[in-house]
């Protein structure tokens, strides 16, 4: 079983910045795929930004492609999501998940509680 606790969420102007991080326990940390998703007010969830377990190869929506970076520290077993140029429409809660070498993002092995992140304009 994995754990995982984001923290780092907020209200900000648009044009500010946020770095979120996520802290995970119960398993090598350096064995799972990390993830980024958010679901705002009325849609879908998203995934926005991934992470490989070496931290070699990353992924990212287009939308925020140039804005937003996805990095990991397997030391300090955590992941972390630096938002910069942060728009409204960025406003969602924002959920840090994991899986496997083998898992698919379709439905990630574990999820956090997920973090606020507001951006006002």
């Known amino acids: 079983q994995v754990q995982l606790v984001e923290s780092g969420g907020g209200l900000v102007q648009a044009g500010g910045s946020l770095r979120l991080s996520c802290a995970a326990s119960g398993r090598t940390f350096s064995s799972l795929r990390m993830a980024w998703f958010r679901q705002a007010p009325g849609k879908e969830r998203e995934l926005v930004a991934a992470i490989t377990g070496s931290g070699g190869g990353t992924s990212y929506t287009d939308s925020v492609k140039g804005r937003f970076t996805i990095s990991r520290d397997n030391a300090k077993n955590t992941v972390y999501l630096q938002m910069n140029s942060l728009k409204p429409e960025d406003t969602a809660v924002y959920y840090c998940?994991?899986?496997?070498?083998?898992?698919?993002?379709?439905?990630?092995?574990?999820w956090g509680q997920g973090t606020q992140v507001t951006v006002s304009s």
């Open positions: 998940a994991a899986t496997g070498v083998f898992g698919t993002w379709v439905r990630p092995d574990y």
